[in-house]
DNA sequence: CTTCATGCAAATAATTTGCAGTAAG
DNA sequence: CTTACTGCAAATTATTTGCATGAAG
């Protein structure tokens, strides 16, 4: 469990019930959008509003404790910082599973003339329960 | 030199001018936003608006035409439809080169419990140019 | 000719901003 | 206490829509 009060503060961010709440939500969801986290959060602090979680987004990007996931033809999902990972997006469901980046698979990304400094590896298709169906 | 008035047709859809600039215009650009495009087409087509820009990036991307490049903090960017490959973005001077997605690389992502059908790979970074300067 | 595409203006959605009041440290 | 944060309303920007006119096949 990470302890969000002691992730911003790390930042100089003051830990306001705001950022706390928006922290856990994209934290519990894993890959969560802009209006998603906005319902989510005003079940619990329901004048929070939506001009403070686009500021905080920002906020938190900058401060990178969260990471900006595009995504094809809909809203960008944000995620906590993590360690270097690759996104298995299902084109059925829209469920996204983080996943590994191999020691191999980093190998082969390995290019001349290019100084590689971050990898973002999203892979489209069929999870397993809607493969399976 | 890709012919636009064959790829529409082999689509049922009409060549307009405006189609075909469009697709010229993203043609030589590699990787260009809508406003970009806007900017674009209309030296040669004043006249050319911007919903008939949306309509058609939407129309086209539907007929895999186009396919949309979605990038971290800004608009999408949308390319001719390829084959495979992965983007090199140098986070200098925002140039997008295209590369290769090397056979190895794609037997390395072969995960299990998930049926790959698409790989979006974007590699950030510095390019020759930016990282030696 | 017939059908579909365009351009305009208006509607809607998404994001940002300024500022007075409020809470964190 | 002091500084930074929030919520609101307004402003701005982005995208979509409806419809009369025009062009493609």
Redesign the pocket.
């Known amino acids: 469990m990470t302890d969000y009060?002691t992730l911003?503060?790390n930042n100089?961010?003051?830990?306001?019930?705001?950022?706390t709440s928006?922290l856990k939500s994209i934290d519990q969801a894993g890959h969560i959008?802009?209006?998603e986290i906005y319902e989510d959060v005003r079940e619990q602090?329901p004048?929070?509003?939506?001009?403070?979680?686009?500021?905080?987004?920002?906020?938190m990007q900058q401060n990178n404790i969260i990471i900006e996931v595009p995504m094809n033809g809909e809203?960008?999902k944000y995620e906590l910082k993590k360690d270097d990972h690759i996104h298995l997006i299902c084109q059925n469901c829209g469920k996204i599973q983080d996943a590994q980046l191999s020691p191999r698979t980093q190998e082969t990304l390995i290019i001349e003339n290019f100084t590689l400094r971050n990898a973002q590896i999203n892979l489209y298709g069929y999870c397993q329960v809607c493969h399976t169906n």
Do not use: G
């Open positions: 009060i911003l503060k100089d961010l003051k830990a306001t019930i705001q950022r928006i959008n802009i209006d602090h004048t929070l509003s939506l001009a403070t979680i686009y500021k905080n987004i920002i906020l809203k960008s």
